[in-house]
């Protein structure tokens, strides 16, 4: 079974650009959940996409927003971006109706250096 | 609010010694998941396990063990043995009732094994 995979794998903007970022999850999970990675911040959740909706969302700017497709891919964007939006963005997926009893996989991230 | 403290920021054993993870939570779920992950250098998170709140049963899978205590908000990792490739940083990862995926991650914990 293929495990989830990100595209573009490195990614380079400028400030005030916007970024879109694509994830495709494990065949058959309906649950797919994004989270930023920084040396100061650590990892924090953004938001998480179940069926095509939004279920949670992290404590993110209006700029970070994504959106989940009926075939449970999923895409996230920044607009405006800033210095600060440089990070390791995961995406991770999961059967997501368990009850929170699911593992969620991760896939290798999008690593976005904005300049 | 949940929280996940992992205080040992930097770990560095020889090969063979035996290491353990601390973990801290803090939650007022009743019914919550705690999680580790493992990140190597190529940066994918992998899953190692997971625990509910209710199964306090500790568990060795091979050269790894879990130590999950509620009346400590605990929940710590030991590899037995280690070896030169279980370098990588370590993620603890909460996750609390209410139907969504999201996951609090703790700092993270950076383990060597020196040869």
């Known amino acids: 079974k293929a495990g989830v995979t990100q595209t573009p794998r490195y990614l380079i903007k400028t400030r005030g650009q916007q970024v879109t970022l694509s994830c495709s999850p494990i065949?058959?999970?309906?649950?797919v959940s994004w989270y930023q990675q920084t040396p100061g911040q650590g990892l924090q959740f953004l938001f998480e996409y179940f069926s095509e909706t939004q279920r949670n969302k992290g404590n993110f700017p209006g700029r970070f927003s994504g959106r989940q497709f009926s075939n449970s891919r999923s895409e996230m964007n920044v607009s405006t971006l800033e210095l600060g939006d440089s990070a390791l963005y995961l995406c991770?997926?999961?059967?997501?109706?368990?009850?929170?009893?699911?593992?969620?996989?991760f896939g290798p991230g999008t690593r976005l250096t904005v300049l | 609010a949940q929280k996940v403290t992992q205080a040992q920021t930097e770990i560095s054993v020889v090969e063979k010694e035996d290491v353990t993870l601390d973990c801290v939570y803090e939650?007022?779920?009743?019914?919550?998941?705690l999680f580790w992950y493992k990140q190597p250098p190529s940066g994918e998170l992998v899953f190692l396990i997971r625990?509910?709140?209710?199964?306090?049963q500790n568990e060795i899978s091979g050269r790894y063990s879990w130590n999950f205590q509620k009346s400590t908000s605990s929940f710590n990792f030991t590899i037995t043995a280690s070896q030169v490739v279980d370098s990588a940083v370590y993620f603890c990862a909460l996750r609390g009732q209410g139907g969504s995926e999201k996951l609090v991650f703790g700092k993270g914990t950076k383990l060597t094994v020196n040869p």
């Open positions: 939650t007022r779920d009743t019914t919550y998941y």
């Open positions: 065949s058959g999970h309906r649950s």
């Open positions: 625990r509910n709140s209710f199964d306090e």
């Open positions: 991770a997926s999961s059967l997501g109706d368990r009850g929170g009893y699911n593992e969620q996989f």
